[in-house]
């Protein structure tokens, strides 16, 4: 007799969790295990000393819009990311990031979004390689904001703290991924009531710009800035994925609601989330998917919706 076939998952991390063992690099596959199943940060840390450089950067696709080995910010920013979800954002390890932070500087002390270092490896192209890149908000915000959460002092720290004070309350016009890039500086900036007005300020913009859909069933009222894919829009939720985020305070109620409906709703059939980016390469496309799940995921129950 012919065996059953065995029943697909019917809760929603159940189904997440059947794609992430189908599709996810072994470090989403840890990250997943440390956030739902109980899986311990050794292994999640373990996993992520794989795209470690010995510069003190990472690289090897960590980011998976640049391909390569090379240290890259964004690379760096996204390790930081996972050292804070797991509580190991600090000591040796942070210390040999920050050297390599203060090494590949701009002559301001921040950032740039990519370093020339990128040349000849693929990389998406919207994240151009230049040879003299400006500093960037976009990679300096967020690693700022997570040191600062984690009450790790660098001399590196204060001319890239100051940089985006600077950058972040002088924005007149601006897009979605720099507007979370200054949400994660906000978020983590020391000086609580200056990061309060900066971000009543910013809220403003983001529904004055319309860089946010309010409403899930007309997102035609969304602009879609120039670069982005067909598709790429951004939610509440997108800008405030804890609820104690100063984006938070940019939405009523009612709309962060019908935000989290819509990414709930949002689970394919696979049981993964879309990456709503351009899909340039057939690597990246796949390897940023689990990274979506997981953080989709992450921002649900977050939220208190139930995912189990």
């Known amino acids: 007799m012919a065996e059953k076939p065995l029943p697909s998952p019917s809760t929603p991390l159940a189904r997440a969790e059947r794609f992430v063992w189908l599709t996810a690099r072994v470090l989403e596959q840890r990250r997943f295990a440390y956030h739902f199943l109980r899986g311990g940060p050794d292994q999640v840390e373990t996993a992520l000393m794989a795209y470690l450089n010995e510069d003190g950067g990472y690289g090897h696709a960590l980011e998976p819009d640049l391909r390569g080995p090379v240290s890259q910010p964004l690379h760096t920013a996204h390790g930081l990311r996972v050292l804070d979800s797991i509580g190991r954002c600090g000591g040796l390890?942070?210390?040999?990031?920050?050297?390599?932070?203060?090494?590949?500087?701009?002559?301001?002390?921040?950032?740039?979004?990519?370093?020339?270092?990128?040349?000849?490896?693929?990389?998406?192209?919207?994240?151009?390689?230049?040879?003299?890149?400006?500093?960037?908000?976009?990679?300096?915000?967020?690693?700022?904001?997570?040191?600062?959460?984690?009450?790790?002092w660098h001399a590196w720290l204060f001319r890239a703290t100051e940089f985006c004070w600077s950058a972040v309350e002088s924005l007149e016009k601006s897009h979605p991924y720099e507007i979370q890039a200054a949400v994660a500086f906000l978020d983590g900036a020391p000086d609580r009531p200056r990061a309060e007005a900066a971000a009543e300020r910013l809220g403003r913009l983001v529904r004055e710009r319309r860089l946010v859909v309010l409403d899930p069933d007309q997102p035609e009222d969304h602009s879609v800035p120039e670069g982005y894919a067909p598709g790429e829009v951004f939610h509440p939720h997108d800008y405030a994925r804890v609820p104690d985020s100063l984006a938070g305070r940019w939405f009523t109620d009612a709309e962060m609601a019908r935000s989290l409906d819509r990414l709930e709703a949002d689970q394919q059939e696979d049981g993964g989330w879309p990456a709503r980016r351009d899909a340039w390469a057939p690597g990246s496309a796949l390897e940023r998917r689990p990274i979506a799940t997981v953080e989709a995921l992450r921002t649900l129950r977050a939220h208190g919706r139930v995912i189990g």
Do not use: M
């Open 93 to 152: 390890r942070v210390e040999r990031i920050c050297r390599y932070l203060t090494e590949v500087s701009t002559h301001d002390g921040a950032l740039p979004a990519i370093h020339p270092s990128q040349r000849g490896y693929p990389s998406a192209p919207f994240l151009p390689v230049v040879d003299a890149p400006p500093s960037a908000l976009l990679s300096t915000g967020p690693v700022v904001g997570v040191l600062h959460r984690n009450q790790v």
